[in-house]
């Protein structure tokens, strides 16, 4: 990962978290020791759901990470068991940590790690998810782990792609996945598709970027490249008022930025 350039990576999955403090602990070091900052897991709440923040061009990027299938009973504290946690997409916890970053940042990116492996559209659950997290502020929503791309959307006037399949896990097996290329101009986020291709040398990419245009077309206003979000444009907080789950991340340490590039 690192020397592919990889700078940040969601950590929210059960099968992660499954082999305990010691294990995360060990891969949030690593992790760290090669200056690639991890999001969606850890000992505690604070550390669980803490964004990162990273400049780039001068513009502040919050990322936010999440698992659809992990679930974090009420009142319970998950270092006090010393259980190693990935961040649940419970609909109150994304609300509160979407509002306590949204005015601190210039683009809040929220990904979430799924846990089906079949389809080849997004369910219902997924929709509900990557619409709430646009209603509360996210300028972009991506989508991880089935195997299979499940296309994108346009959702008011912000950009959602429910799955660009198992990432290297994918490549494994097919030979070929899209990928999501972001590019900031001035206060302009420009999306684009990249296809990548292991086992043989490339070739101009149409076939993948038909797949994820076929996959998209079940949408009223499919997700089609290039695209060009406005950052300037801030879209009111949807009216939903769920009853708060835990004290929200308020502010991120220094520390947790990354250097600009």
Known sequence: MSASGVDIVNLASDGLTASGVTELAQAKDLLRRNAIYAIGAGQNQSEIRRPVVVDVKG????YLGYADKIQIPAGQNP?????????SALEAQIIEDIQAIRDQVDWVIVTYQW??????????WQVRLAHLAVDQGAD???GNRPGVT???EVYRGKAIAYSLGSSMGEL????EAPALKVTLQDKTMKLEILPLQIGQPMADGTDIQQKFKQSSSLFDQPLEFPLLLDGQIRLPVAPQSPPPSVDPFISYP???ALPQP
């Open 140 to 142: 972009l929503v991506v």
């Open 150 to 152: 499940q296309g994108g």
């Open 115 to 124: 846990s089906e492996d079949s389809k080849s559209y997004p369910e219902d």
């Open 59 to 62: 513009q502040r990027i919050a």
């Open 172 to 175: 494994d097996k097919a030979g």
């Open 254 to 256: 220094p520390d947790q």
């Open 79 to 87: 270092s006090a068991q010393n259980e190693a946690e990935a961040n």
